[in-house]
């Protein structure tokens, strides 16, 4: 099982990048809860720990192939041009800022 980086970049299964905020606690049974933000909409999510490391099995059979296990988030060591998006903007989210030149 992957180790979790606060700060860290993660994608999804599906193609979303997150960026882990925190961890907590839940406060009725003291779970330990992955705080996240998806960069593309700035939505804050929050996940049990257990689940958001956890790997998961995809189905591949719709598409003729085999069925296999992966990362339901996978830690992205470089992350190219991470700028605003659009609905990042619009929404007066930004959440980093473009360079100074």
Do not use: C
């Amino acid at each position: 099982m992957q180790k979790l980086e606060i700060g860290g970049i993660y994608k999804h299964y599906k193609g979303t990048k997150t960026k882990v905020i925190a961890e907590a606690l839940n406060s009725e049974t003291l779970e330990p809860m992955v705080i996240y933000i998806h960069l593309e909409d700035g939505v804050v999510w929050a996940r049990p720990k257990k689940m958001f490391l956890e790997r998961i099995i995809l189905n591949g059979h719709a598409k003729g192939r085999a069925s296999k296990k992966v990362e339901r988030f996978k830690k992205i060591k470089h992350l190219p041009a991470l700028l605003p998006t659009p609905k990042l903007m619009q929404a007066g989210k930004i959440l980093i800022k473009p360079r100074k030149k």
